[in-house]
């Protein structure tokens, strides 16, 4: 079995970093860190056999909003996305449900939460 290949779509570095070491730590593949949505699409575009999954924010860097970008990556290449952030009211939710996202994760989240939504993308 291939690790899955996971894209972090996050504009605070140091949340970015921890949820890099998680996902190293349990085996999955990181393929690039974005802090808005042009990085996303950029590292989206450039991968090589594809992206599994990409974590996201909704808050992104200069302005970028995760469920525009979460939206580009499921057209573009039908990648999923899953949210983890502190911004999941229920309006935001309601318009990310249309880009099929595996979940949402609340911050401050536990390892184990982001950890057992990702290995449902697996399945």
Not at 3 to 9: D, E, T
Not at 14 to 42: C, F, K, N, R
Not at 100 to 122: D, N
């Amino acid at each position: 079995m291939t690790a899955l290949r996971v894209m972090i779509v996050e504009d605070e570095m140091i949340l970015a970093l921890d949820l890099e070491d998680m996902l190293l730590d349990a085996g999955y593949t990181v393929v690039g860190q974005a802090s808005d949505m042009p990085e996303a699409l950029a590292i989206a575009e450039g991968v090589e056999g594809g992206i599994d999954v990409a974590i996201m924010d909704i808050n992104l860097a200069r302005g970028s909003n995760g469920v525009e970008t979460a939206a580009a990556l499921r057209k573009l290449w039908n990648i999923p996305s899953l949210f983890v952030s502190g911004n999941l009211d229920e309006r935001t939710r309601q318009m990310a449900m249309e880009w099929q996202p595996i979940g949402f994760v609340g911050k401050p989240y536990s390892e184990r939460e982001v950890l057992t939504v990702i290995g449902t993308a697996v399945t």
